[in-house]
């Protein structure tokens, strides 16, 4: 794996010679946006994040969404930015676009026909009686969340769980158990995550965008898809620094039809902390994360100018 900020004059080039029309950001929160809290419920996001984000999203065919296991009403709270700018809560479960060209209001089907088992097992594990642990009720899904917890009673958090789980045929059938950062997740089992999200996204950005698309690098340049307008090259750059984040890191390159055009994605996968994962490039803390956005827009700014 490579050092992205290392790497910067490589990865300037690389994106040079594809030429991206439209840049799409897909941005974890937690651990990326932010330092890691002992709480979710005190985590803030810092003013200078703040305004990179401000300043990335009016820069025309820029598309910058959050992408978080976060439920989508505490993201959007959180962040508090509520034009030009895309949320993904519940790690792709529920989706919304605040961009006026991207309409985008999106529920995963048949999510409500797990909402009264979820509400059963949420019962549960309410019961279990150990002190520090905390429990973050996402709509959706079930976040238990143990980094201050004694480590013997993290054993027993882990046994208990085990045991709501196995003791429905119910639960077993429709819930699973994943695992981040010092957190189990209890989420329906779904064929549905980060990455098939991000995919969702980006072929909505460019169905939706059809008919309406200025070239995002020199509408007056004609070195840039001057032969085929029909082609159109997005750049995807994902970040994320936890095992939720590694479903964003797909194919490096693709192509796919929406409606006349054959759309280009180049993706740039970049993880937060030296780790095993399968991005191409890492950065070492959530500090860096505000370089890579800095220096990707900027990038993609000087292009089109």
Avoid at 34 to 63: A, C, G, Q
Avoid at 120 to 147: G, Q
Avoid at 273 to 300: C, P
Wanted: glycine share 4%; net charge positive; aromatic share 10%.
């Amino acid at each position: 794996m490579i050092n992205f900020l290392d790497n910067l004059k490589k990865i300037e080039n690389k994106i040079q010679t594809f030429k991206p029309d439209i840049l799409v950001l897909c941005v974890d929160f937690d651990g990326t946006l932010t330092k890691i809290y002992e709480s979710p419920f005190d985590v803030v996001l810092e003013d200078n994040y703040r305004e990179i984000i401000e300043n990335i999203r009016i820069i025309e065919n820029v598309f910058f969404c959050i992408v978080t296991g976060r439920e989508l009403s505490d993201i959007i709270k959180r962040i508090d930015i509520n034009s030009n700018i895309i949320y993904s809560g519940n790690h792709g479960f529920e989706i919304k676009s605040l961009y006026e060209k991207i309409k985008l209001n999106f529920v995963y089907k048949d999510l409500k026909n797990y909402m009264p088992v979820l509400q059963d097992i949420v019962k549960k594990v309410n019961e279990i009686p150990i002190k520090n642990l905390i429990i973050e009720n996402k709509k959706y899904s079930i976040s238990l969340h143990y980094r201050i917890l004694r480590h013997e009673d993290i054993k027993i958090l882990k046994d208990e769980v085990k045991h709501i789980m196995n003791s429905n045929n119910d639960f077993k059938r429709m819930f699973e158990l994943k695992k981040g950062k010092k957190i189990i997740e209890i989420r329906p089992e779904i064929k549905w995550d980060k990455g098939k999200a991000c995919d969702f996204i980006i072929k909505e950005i460019s169905l939706q965008l059809n008919g309406n698309f200025h070239s995002g690098l020199n509408k007056d340049n004609s070195n840039y898809n001057k032969n085929n307008k029909d082609i159109i090259n997005m750049l995807r750059v994902n970040i994320g620094d936890d095992l939720t984040d590694e479903t964003m890191f797909g194919k490096n390159e693709y192509s796919f039809k929406s409606n006349s055009k054959k759309i280009n994605v180049m993706s740039i996968n970049c993880v937060v902390g030296e780790k095993k994962s399968s991005a191409d490039y890492y950065i070492n803390n959530h500090r860096q994360t505000y370089e890579v956005l800095e220096n990707i827009s900027n990038l993609f700014n000087n292009l089109k100018s």
